[in-house]
């Protein structure tokens, strides 16, 4: 690569840099830009072959070694190839780190945001990104693709657990801290010449992702994601538009579309939302990445479907698929004009603009240097504290809860009382999660295990099956793992097998405390009075021992609920008079 121009001279103003860059640039180099390939769908020398300026690992995409070591030389393998172009604009690397770095074992995984929801703790969040910032940069990705900052509005979404609350006020306030955690400079660093953001957040996705209605996919067997919403506008801007107008007033730098549709248009293919409203009236400065292989659902016809996204406003076009095929539509329809220059060269600006703010130029590979800071103990411990402020205590009769430690006999039932797999829910390792604890951490009876006394007995039986009588039973219950629309649910009820659970645990327990591990409220009205004591845990996380703290005393219970919990599934998705079973912010003591 040449040296001596402008866009790399790092004491050069950045939009003296991004002139002087783009003026340099030929269309195929501006167009590679413009994409973000899977990294399965990318061979070795493609990314120099074909200027491609991003790569993404998509839920599940690790390496082979999937360790932090084998996360940073697979990135920095893309990021060397794109250095070695012939203007050698850096690679910009994104990852769905939506509760921690979730795809890599070893990672820190955090409560999943219903969780945080209920904690209802800013600064709690913030510190949460910040961790998550330092993990994944520990491997050279800069991008999150978190959060969803939107509430859902029927909990039979598979991306309710994604969500922080149904208020979309709480909402709002918990993704802008976690955007300000992933994106401010931290105190003890030092910035590249014009570095703005320590790591780029992704809000998302824009408009109307959480609000679709049953039945309105066309996705495979999805209900609700990927839905449509009949809608006026009014209420498009009171209920979905006020989390973007926050995130972008407090420094958003790319946003993502949703795949859902609004009115039978879809949301990649709406450029009144996008361009007019977002990037116009909200003045949004960055760029818009579209969700994966979303812009293909526009049409049949590829061509057809990249003039329409990239005129609607899309920037940079998430692709798993053919992306040589689209390169080559892309290219062809600018130059029979399809496409306006103009547009391309703005979008090309937005993404020069974002890897200058990231100090990309200067530092392309990372900070290598915080690879101790993976999974490390002060992460862990943050996240236990997550765990603990997560809990939501639904029910605690006859004093039951706190357990003392200096039982004679404690039972503990439930396949998912010793699996982080179970505790982790989507998102973790692969794409849809597993009950297999994949990632190292602490179960829920690990931490019961470590804090009971020396005098107390702990049995584990996943069945259930006990033959005395136990001072205290704590029976593990609730959803297998999933993501997205798959886990679009009719019934959200126990399953038959948690439900003879907690009927058999009764008769081994003189009290029983019943713990819930679910993305979102589950209709549970027929089993709270089997238990002495209700804890809903949410998707705590690989730190399972959070809930033995509050399970033994050691911390208050202070959740607070951030959806309000239906008595039936009549009153779901929520009607006006409906009264919950829990209310919206309930929460003993
Ligand atoms: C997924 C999700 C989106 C995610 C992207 C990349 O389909 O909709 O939230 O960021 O693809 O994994």
């Known amino acids: 690569m040449k040296q001596g121009h402008t866009y790399q001279d790092s004491q050069a103003p950045i939009i003296e840099r991004i ?168 105190q003890d660093f030092e910035p590249a010449p014009g570095q703005t953001i320590y790591t780029l957040a992704t809000p998302k996705h824009f408009l109307g992702d959480g609000g679709t209605e049953w039945g309105t996919s066309t996705t495979g067997d999805y209900q609700l994601d990927q839905g449509d919403r009949t809608i006026g506008e009014a209420d498009v801007r009171s209920l979905f538009l006020p989390p973007y107008q926050q995130a972008v007033s407090q420094g958003a730098l790319s946003i993502m579309p949703s795949y859902s549709s609004l009115n039978g248009i879809k949301m990649h293919a709406n450029s009144y939302w996008l361009t007019d409203v977002l990037k116009g009236e909200l003045g949004f400065p960055g760029l818009i990445i579209s969700d994966l292989n979303a812009v293909q659902q526009l049409s049949d016809d590829c061509y057809e479907a990249v003039v329409t996204a990239v005129n609607a406003g899309m920037d940079m076009l998430m692709i798993s698929l053919d992306f040589k095929g689209l390169l080559n539509q892309m ?52 996240a236990r504290e997550a765990v603990r402020e997560s809990l939501v205590l639904l029910k605690n009769e006859a004093e039951t809860l706190p357990i003392s430690r200096d039982l004679g006999l404690l039972y503990v039932a439930g396949a998912k009382a010793d699996s982080t797999g179970s505790q982790s829910g989507g998102w973790t390792v692969t794409w849809q999660g597993t009950n297999a604890s994949l990632q190292p951490g602490t179960t829920i009876l690990e931490g019961i295990r470590a804090l009971a006394g020396p005098d107390t007995t702990v049995e584990y039986q996943p069945s259930g099956e006990f033959k005395g009588i136990a001072d205290v039973g704590i029976v593990v219950v609730g959803e297998n793992p999933y993501a997205e629309g798959v886990g679009d649910r009719e019934d959200l009820g126990l399953s038959h097998a948690d439900i003879q659970l907690i009927e058999g645990m009764r008769e081994h327990s003189k009290r029983l405390v019943a713990i819930l591990l679910s993305g979102r409220p589950m209709i549970i009205t027929d089993q709270v009075p089997l238990a002495d004591a209700w804890v809903a845990a949410w998707l705590p996380g690989t730190e399972g021992g959070g809930v033995a703290d509050a399970l033994f005393g050691d911390y208050p219970f202070t959740g607070r609920l951030a959806y309000a919990w239906p008595r039936s599934m009549d009153q779901v998705p929520r009607n006006d008079g409906d009264e919950a079973l829990y209310p919206l912010g309930y929460g003993l003591p």
Not at 76 to 87: D, K, S
Not at 95 to 108: E, F, L, W
Not at 175 to 184: D, E, I, K, N, V
């Open 19 to 186: 002139r002087d860059l783009l003026g340099r640039m030929t269309l195929v180099e501006k167009i590679g830009q413009m994409v973000q390939i899977s990294k399965d769908g990318i061979q070795p020398g493609e990314v120099k072959q074909y200027f491609i300026g991003s790569v993404l690992s998509a839920g599940g995409g690790f390496p082979a070694d999937n360790t932090p070591t084998g996360w940073l030389a697979m990135v920095n393998g893309f990021q060397a190839e794109a250095l070695e172009t012939r203007l050698g604009i850096p690679l910009l690397y994104g990852v769905d780190a939506v509760h921690g770095h979730g795809n890599m074992v070893g990672a820190t995984i955090f409560p999943h945001q219903i969780g945080l929801g209920a904690s209802r703790n800013p600064d709690l969040v913030r510190r949460i990104g910040e961790a998550t910032a330092r993990e994944i940069l520990a491997t050279g990705i800069h991008w999150n693709f978190a959060p969803v900052v939107v509430s859902a509005q029927d909990i039979r979404w598979g991306r309710t657990y994604e969500t922080y609350s149904e208020d979309i006020c709480i909402a709002s306030e918990l993704a802008t801290a976690y955007m300000l955690g992933l994106q401010s400079l931290p």
């Open 331 to 382: 290219r062809r329809a600018v130059e029979k004009e399809d496409i306006p220059p103009a547009r391309v060269d703005d979008a090309v600006r937005r993404i020069l603009h974002v890897k200058f703010a990231l100090g990309l130029f200067d530092r392309p590979f990372g900070d290598p240097g915080l690879q101790e800071a993976i999974g490390s103990d002060a992460h862990r411990q943050l």
